[in-house]
Every structure is written in C-alpha cells, then in structure tokens.
C-alpha cells in the first residue's frame, strides 16, 4: 500500500538550534499536512498545505509542499523544550489520511 | 467550543471480549474516521462515517464496526478482541470534504 517515509526517525537537538524534517512518497497527492503528538495525546494539525510549491508558516514553523507533489519538509526554528514529541507528515487519499512514519524530536536545554 | 472528545480514556479487557469505544465531534463537523495507533507507529485507517453511513473502510477486519448517530457523535466497536488489538485508538472529525480533520486525545485500549 501507499507509505510515507519520513527521515530522520529521531532527532537529539539542543535548544535553540533550527530543525528540518521531511516526507516523501512514491505516489503524488494533493493535500500535505503536519502533525505533532504528544506523549498519550492525539495528534495535533500544526500546517496544512493544498498547492504544490506552497510554503507556510505558523510561528516559528515552516511547511512546504514539494512541487513533484510527493514530498514536504517542515522547519522548525529555534526550538524550545516544548517542541519535544513526534512529527507526522500526512496526506488526503480519498478522503482518509495516511501517515507517515514520524521523526520523534528530543530537546535539550 | 470543545474539541474533540473522546471516552473512557483508558480501559483494559480480557481477550474474547466486546468494546465500545465512544466519540463526540467538533462542533460544526459532520464526519468522524477512526484511527488505530499503534506503539511506535502511524494512526492506521479503520473508516468513517457521514451521514450515519459507513462511507470508507481501511483494511480492518468485519470485527470492527461503527456506528454515527444524528448528532454526528459515533461508537466504535470492537468484537472477540484479541491481544493485537491493543492500540491507542483515535477518533477524528473534520468537515464532510475530509480536509484539516482534528483528533480526540484517544482512548489506550490494553487487551490481556
């Protein structure tokens, strides 16, 4: 079946530092999403994205939408200890989400 | 406004036994998908419904069904669980067009 492979599976960054994140797929789609997760949490939309080549902000996180359709990477910018948890790139396929792998994010002080 | 909410939050079971796992939408939206996750994995596809219909499935088997009643809310249901069930199960709502859904903080299911 369809699979999202993200990379990396784990990052260790100290705070402060900048962070980047991506997924890609074999197959192309045309909605890009961002989750994080918390520990015992459902996942939370951080960023959307709709239109291939589209960057995004929401704070101090960037999202873009790679124009083959089958990537996204997200930033992250002078992450805080907060930022700790585990990413998710998703995509829409008729109408149900599938999610990627996840890159779990570990901050130190 | 709340969120999505989902109960009970926590529950443990005996392998053989019937679940009902239990969701309320956010207000406005009208369709809810459920989502299996587990341990160190990706949410998993299980369906959804609009409509008080059954209008997607993922590859989950006839063990697990639903149900959406009018006021959108939806159960889901787990027959003869089995250990592999064990898994944080997430609801998730969004508009009928599926777009920016948002998840409920799920309920760990542990079957023993």
């Known amino acids: 079946g369809q699979q999202l492979n993200q990379s990396p599976q784990s990052m260790f960054i100290q705070e402060g530092e900048d962070v980047s994140m991506n997924c890609t797929s074999s197959?192309?789609?045309?909605?890009w999403l961002w989750y994080k997760q918390d520990p015992g949490e459902g996942p939370v939309l951080l960023i959307a994205?709709?239109?291939?080549?589209e960057l995004t902000s929401n704070g101090r996180l960037t999202a873009q939408f790679g124009i083959t359709r089958k990537d996204s990477f997200l930033n992250i910018s002078a992450s805080i200890p907060s930022d700790v948890g585990i990413y998710f790139c998703?995509?829409?396929?008729?109408?149900?989400?599938?999610f990627g792998t996840g890159t779990r994010l570990q901050v130190f002080p | 406004d709340a969120g999505v909410t989902q109960s009970p939050t926590h529950l443990i079971k005996t392998r053989g036994q019937q679940v009902t796992l239990r969701c309320s939408p956010k207000?406005?939206?009208?369709?809810v998908s459920w989502y299996q996750q587990a341990l160190g994995q990706g949410p998993q596809f299980i369906f959804q419904?609009?409509?008080?219909?059954?209008?997607q499935r993922g590859n989950f088997p006839d063990r697990f069904s639903g149900h959406q009643f009018p006021n959108y809310s939806s159960e889901l249901n787990v027959n003869a669980l089995l250990l592999g069930d064990s898994a944080l199960y997430l609801c998730?709502?969004?508009?009928?067009?599926?777009?920016?859904?948002?998840f409920g903080q799920g309920t760990r299911l542990t079957v023993v």
């Open positions: 998730a709502s969004s508009f009928e067009d599926g777009t920016e859904a948002f």
């Open positions: 197959s192309i789609f045309n909605t």
């Open positions: 994205l709709y239109k291939a080549g």
């Open positions: 998703a995509v829409y396929n008729t109408d149900k989400l599938i």
């Open positions: 207000s406005g939206h009208d369709t």
């Open positions: 419904y609009y409509e008080e219909e059954e209008r």
